[in-house]
């Protein structure tokens, strides 16, 4: 048997679970942007640091190759970390 209860019940709890669904999704959203960003900052850091060890080595063709390769590394990764960032905040 019913009552007339259980259909406001199930109602009810249908949308507790999908508030909470939606509060996870935004906070899944939120962590995941913090940790791109955190690693974006560290892979910048990594090839600053790549470029001014090469530059300290005294030979020209291993700074040009450094700076080379951060460059393209810093092009790459900025066009894949702004389709991430985006789709993040959506």
């Given amino acids: 048997m019913t009552t007339d209860n259980s259909g406001a019940d199930l109602e009810a709890l249908t949308k507790r679970v999908q508030e909470l669904s939606a509060q ?3 906070k899944a ?3 995941g942007l913090a940790w791109l960003e955190g690693y974006e900052r560290m ?17 020209d063709w291993a700074a040009s190759l450094a700076s080379s390769h951060a460059n393209f590394v810093r092009s ?8 991430l960032r985006a789709q993040l905040k959506t």
């Fill in 76 to 83: 790459t990764s900025e066009a894949v970390f702004g389709v």
């Fill in 24 to 26: 996870v999704a935004e």
């Fill in 29 to 31: 959203k939120e962590n």
């Fill in 43 to 59: 892979l910048m850091n990594l090839l600053d640091l790549e470029e001014q060890a090469a530059k300290g080595s005294g030979a």
